[in-house]
């Protein structure tokens, strides 16, 4: 007599979320730049400092809500991206906070007949609006494939943001700032970043198969048509027009190579990185060599200690990239400790552009290599991120985002070590500035949403009535 035995369908279990994993990392995260702020202040003061509290209160907060907005809107993100963010962040409240204290840097300010304001509290309101920025973007971006939409109004954005400096006045012989009465200065160029990846991710989605093709071999290259030269001598041209007009080598460098990574990328011929090369170094030379600001920091950087010469040369007019030196030198492999440095010789810009320089004083090669270690983790997650995506614009998106990210690291730590000319970018999220903490977060931010979607396990599909039962008939 036939048996019959009903047997039900069970759905796999997707990935796990990892939100506990990057909570307990936000814990360190929050509690390395604590240590650090007791260092300083028992180093300088012989005691805690009085503001230990609250900052180790404002700081957890602020990672807080930051975990408290990706579990809710971005359930399977990558776990390390905000604990690295943070950390980097709060390292650098610490770091400004410990030159804020030099009695050096005061008596500077009273030379010049100015008034020394601290530069710490700003950077903290910074901090809190970069975590809101970071909240808005993860709320109200349900998905990244929405910015694909707006391709070539993201272009147009872009270029009014790195034209509009050009109107106001140069500051310390760049145009790179445009000035808000009452509410200081923005430097455009780090939100442009962000615009220009969207507008080069659509772009590219879309001409990737025109742009891969070759019209012949050479030396084991495949060349480009000479018609698909068209997007990178227009973004060639944009480059020298930022070094050119607004003498902003760090804008132009980023802007141009992280172009060149995503055509590498979206093409996969190596071609367009030969070319990219050339193009750059080529017109860096041409331009370097006539226009004053920029020949000044190439020869600054070529002999950083001419300033000591007698006579000095007319344009050895700084000696901060040779106190860098000096500050890296000083360190050793382990540096002299926090707040034990002398670092604060840099004098101008010790928080901003230099910060690198208080970092490889103090913390030595071990702690220079550790931050740029952070750095390269971040890198690291955007192209993971990248592989993940199911969508072209998704991998291309994290793939620009990602090389804008590094390429800026390289070219602020290039120039603080003086490997490459000074460019005055700052380093992402720990140097003083209101616009690069608000831009790297809302980057982040933009990360996480990408590798959100990525690791999203797929729907289940809808049950239906032969899947729930399935009859079996035995003999």
């Known amino acids: 007599m036939p048996r019959t035995t009903r047997t039900t369908t069970i759905a796999t ?8 994993t990057e909570l307990a990392l936000l814990a360190f995260a929050v509690i390395l730049p604590c240590f650090a702020y007791a260092n300083v202040g028992l180093a300088l003061d012989g005691k805690m400092p009085s503001g230990m509290l609250g900052y180790g209160l404002g700081l957890g907060l602020l990672a807080g809500v930051g975990h408290l907005v990706v579990r809710r809107f971005a359930k399977y993100a990558d776990p390390l991206l905000l604990p690295l963010a943070t950390v980097l962040n709060g390292l650098g409240l610490v770091i400004i906070w410990r030159l ?8 500077l300010a009273k030379l010049h007949h100015q008034t020394f304001v601290p530069s710490a509290p700003n950077q903290l309101l910074y901090s809190a609006m970069g975590i809101g920025l970071f909240v808005v973007v993860l709320v109200f971006l349900k998905d990244h494939r929405i910015l694909q939409r707006f391709t070539y109004i993201s272009m147009v954005v872009a270029l009014i943001l790195l034209i509009a400096p050009v109107f106001f006045p140069a500051q310390f012989g760049a145009r790179i700032w445009i000035i808000i009465p009452g509410l200081g200065s923005i430097q455009p160029g780090e939100f442009a970043k962000i615009i220009l990846a969207i507008f080069f991710a659509g772009y590219l989605m879309v001409k990737r198969d025109a742009l891969a093709l070759a019209s012949r071999r050479f030396m084991g290259l495949y060349l480009p048509r000479g018609r698909d030269l068209g997007p990178i001598l227009v973004v060639w041209a944009l480059s020298l027009m930022i070094l050119v007009f607004e003498t902003d080598l760090g804008s132009s460098l980023l802007f141009f190579g992280m172009f060149v990574v995503m055509l590498y990328v979206a093409t996969e011929r190596t071609s367009w990185i030969v070319f990219g090369l050339l193009m750059s170094a080529g017109g860096a030379a041409v331009v370097g060599s006539i226009e004053p600001h920029v020949k000044i920091r190439v020869m600054a950087w070529l002999h950083p200690f001419a300033v000591y010469d007698s006579p000095r040369p007319s344009w050895a007019t700084t000696e901060q990239i040779a106190q860098a030196m000096f500050a890296f030198g000083s360190g050793g492999v382990f540096g002299s400790g926090w707040g034990q440095g002398a670092s604060d010789l840099i004098g101008f810009a010790a928080n901003s552009d230099f910060i690198l320089g208080t970092v490889g004083e103090e913390l030595g090669l071990a702690g220079t290599m550790g931050i740029l270690l952070l750095y390269g983790l971040i890198v690291q997650r955007g192209v993971r991120t990248a592989l993940a995506a199911r969508d072209p614009f998704g991998k291309l998106l994290a793939v620009g985002l990602s090389a804008a990210f590094g390429i800026q690291v390289f070219v602020v730590a ?4 003086g490997l ?11 140097a003083y500035g209101g616009s690069s ?15 959100d979607t990525a690791r999203r396990p797929a729907p289940t599909p809808a049950p239906s009535s032969d899947a729930e039962m399935t009859q079996v008939v035995r003999p």
């Open 414 to 417: 290039g120039g603080v070590m």
């Open 100 to 107: 804020d204290q030099s009695q050096r840097l005061h008596n």
């Open 13 to 20: 279990a997707g990935p796990p979320s990892r939100r506990n």
């Open 420 to 430: 490459i000319p000074m460019t005055g970018m700052t380093l992402p999220f720990m």
């Open 437 to 451: 903490v608000l831009a790297n977060w809302a980057l982040v931010a933009i990360l996480i949403k990408i590798s």
